[in-house]
């Protein structure tokens, strides 16, 4: 059984900087698209960054390109958030998502290939 762990959430001030982490079980995860979503009160969840298998594949949504950054430690079977510049627009829950390949870029953005989802981790900016 899959298994999706975020922590790392927190009430911080903008400017700052967090990591959220993302412990998964019940693989292998080797080849899963690994995913951050968020999702603000009243908002729709949206995707904040992907990650493949592949050595270039990392992918962001607009908002956080330059900002975040996504990575895994395959031996750890672990997906990290680092999130820097942190603005009051970026609260939200955020969610780890799993799931399996062959879709396109533009796919891996929607919710579409997301088979696993953990419980979210509360990131609250204060201005």
């Given at each position: 059984?899959?298994?999706?762990?975020?922590?790392?959430?927190g009430?911080?001030?903008?400017?700052?900087?967090?990591?959220?982490?993302?412990?998964?079980?019940?693989?292998?995860?080797?080849?899963?698209?690994?995913?951050?979503?968020?999702?603000?009160?009243?908002?729709?969840?949206?995707?904040?960054?992907?990650?493949?298998?592949?050595?270039?594949?990392?992918?962001?949504?607009?908002?956080?390109?330059?900002?975040?950054?996504?990575?895994?430690?395959?031996?750890?079977?672990?997906?990290?958030?680092?999130?820097?510049?942190?603005?009051?627009?970026?609260t939200?829950?955020?969610?780890?998502?799993?799931?399996?390949?062959?879709?396109?870029?533009?796919?891996?953005?929607?919710?579409?290939?997301?088979?696993?989802?953990?419980?979210?981790?509360?990131?609250?900016?204060?201005?």
């Amino acid at each position: 059984q899959v298994r999706l762990v975020e922590s790392g959430g927190g009430l911080v001030q903008a400017g700052d900087s967090v990591r959220l982490s993302c412990a998964a079980s019940g693989g292998p995860f080797s080849r899963y698209i690994m995913a951050w979503f968020r999702q603000a009160p009243g908002k729709d969840r949206e995707f904040v960054a992907a990650i493949t298998w592949t050595i270039d594949g990392t992918h962001y949504a607009d908002s956080v390109k330059g900002r975040f950054t996504i990575s895994r430690d395959s031996a750890k079977n672990t997906v990290y958030l680092q999130m820097n510049s942190l603005r009051p627009e970026d609260t939200a829950v955020y969610y780890c998502a799993a799931g399996g390949g062959g879709f396109t870029i533009t796919q891996m953005k929607t919710l579409v290939p997301y088979a696993y989802w953990g419980q979210g981790t509360q990131v609250t900016v204060s201005s």
